[in-house]
């Protein structure tokens, strides 16, 4: 996973106990009035996404389901990062395993079309044949070996294809991160802004069997990054994660935005607060997951938490 400014590689190595997911939820109540049993009520707290208690020890990341809810993908960090899968049989989540489409490369932050005819992720896989690991930009430096381009791997009945790189319409550079697919095929990712460098959110429009050229959402002004798009089908809203007000320096808040009339509303915070990064939504719009620090046989990783998306983004449906 890209390590952007208040992205959890940067969160899982801080000791801000204070602002931590479950911490927050006092916090808001008191500032409300109200006590932290109504707020829990309202808003239940973040759990850890239950097969994680077993998954192995590492940070997990950024789970992309299939529309069935049976198969999930996700980034796994642990002496590698890679891009892992997991089903589902009679209510148990089975054991993860390596993708079959990724293990050799730095594979990460897949997301599933709507459909779940194709799923995108980003790799630092050569771009041409035979060429160099792609090298990355985040946290105001090169990073050599850590770059993304987003490619895609098409769903062939049971299994998988080849991946294929998007076009460099798409793909204009090395640090492309944090992919979503809207119900068109859209899409939306970040890449650092052209003048200050900073994180900043893009949409390219589906068109045809290609893309048209990206467009900066006003989600994100290059000077206060955005990242970790999650974006409803129909877009009519999406969640991302952000260093700014009124989030603490060097934190990620969840904030949401609705699109009305063709236009973004501002981001507001998601209320109570979360601090987490790498936003994705269950396809039945449910279930809001995102990373945030977690322990697992006995250290601390980023692991995949879930809150129901009704109560903290009511006016999705």
């Not at 796994?76 to 209510?91: E, F, K, S």
């Not at 430096?141 to 460099?168: A, F, M, S, T």
């Not at 603490?248 to 969840?254: G, I, K, T, V």
Request: glycine share 10%; aromatic share 10%; proline share 9%.
């Amino acid at each position: 996973m890209a390590s952007r400014i208040g992205k959890l590689d940067v969160l899982c190595s801080m000791a801000i106990a204070s602002v931590l997911v479950l911490g927050a939820v006092p916090v808001w109540a008191a500032a409300h009035g109200m006590s932290s049993a109504s707020v829990s009520k309202a808003a239940p707290a973040a759990e850890l996404f239950p097969p994680e208690a077993t998954w192995p020890e590492g940070g997990d990341s950024a789970p992309a389901f299939t529309p069935d809810g049976k198969t999930v993908f996700f980034t796994h960090r642990d002496d590698a990062i890679t891009i892992m899968m997991a089903t589902l049989h009679d209510g148990v989540w089975s054991k993860p395993q390596v993708a079959p489409f990724s293990g050799r490369w730095r594979d990460i932050e897949p997301a599933m079309a709507p459909d779940g005819s194709y799923l995108v992720f980003i790799s630092n896989r050569p771009a041409t044949a035979g060429g160099a690991p792609l090298d990355g930009y985040f946290g105001g430096k090169v990073q050599p070996g850590q770059g993304g381009n987003i490619w895609r791997v098409d769903r062939r009945g049971d299994g998988w294809g080849e991946p294929v790189r998007l076009p460099d319409i798409v793909n204009s550079h090395s640090a492309i991160y944090s992919p979503a697919v809207a119900g068109d095929g859209s899409l939306y990712f970040n890449q650092p802004d052209p003048v200050t460098k900073k994180s900043h959110v893009y949409r390219a429009q589906a068109k045809g069997d290609g893309y048209e050229a990206p467009v900066a959402l006003s989600i994100s002004d290059g000077m206060h990054p955005g990242y970790d798009v999650a974006v409803a089908p129909d877009e009519s809203f999406l969640v991302f994660s952000a260093s700014r007000a009124p989030a603490a320096a060097n934190q990620s808040l969840l904030f949401v935005a609705y699109r009305r009339n063709g236009e973004w509303t501002e981001p507001q915070a998601l209320d109570p607060h979360l601090e987490g990064i790498e936003a994705r939504l269950s396809p039945d719009l449910k279930t809001l997951y995102f990373e945030a620090e977690g322990v697992s046989h006995g250290k601390k990783h980023g692991r995949i938490f879930q809150v129901p998306l009704q109560a903290y983004v009511p006016s999705h449906g």
